[in-house]
């Protein structure tokens, strides 16, 4: 059974930073794209950052690049996302997703307030 566990969140201040990570069991890790989506509270889905099955290729929103990055550790099958110069629109809950076919962790929410 395929699950996806995201840590990390919790309340930052705007400059600061996070360090989300999924634990992923159930499935053979290293073989996927794996993803982070985040959902803002009144605002659609989003696609964050994604990463191919070996970690050679990353992609990025654009309200993100430059500030997160995405990365793996297939030898302890964890994603993760490290999130900096954080903003209030960061403010979400962060969802980890296993491509092909697609399963959703539960989410962690990450809060970017003063």
């Known amino acids: 059974q395929v699950q996806l566990v995201e840590s990390g969140g919790g309340w930052v201040q705007p400059g600061g930073s996070v360090r989300l990570s999924c634990a992923a069991s159930g499935f053979t890790f290293s073989n996927y794209a794996m993803r982070w989506y985040r959902q803002a509270p009144g605002k659609e889905r989003e696609l964050v950052a994604s990463i191919t099955s070996t970690g050679g290729i990353t992609n990025y929103a654009d309200s993100v690049k430059g500030r997160f990055t995405i990365s793996r550790d297939n030898a302890v099958n964890t994603l993760y996302l490290q999130m900096n110069t954080l903003k209030p629109e960061d403010t979400a809950v962060y969802y980890c997703?296993?491509?092909?076919?697609?399963?959703w962790g539960r989410g962690t929410q990450v809060t970017v307030s003063s």
């Open positions: 997703v296993k491509l092909g076919p697609m399963y």
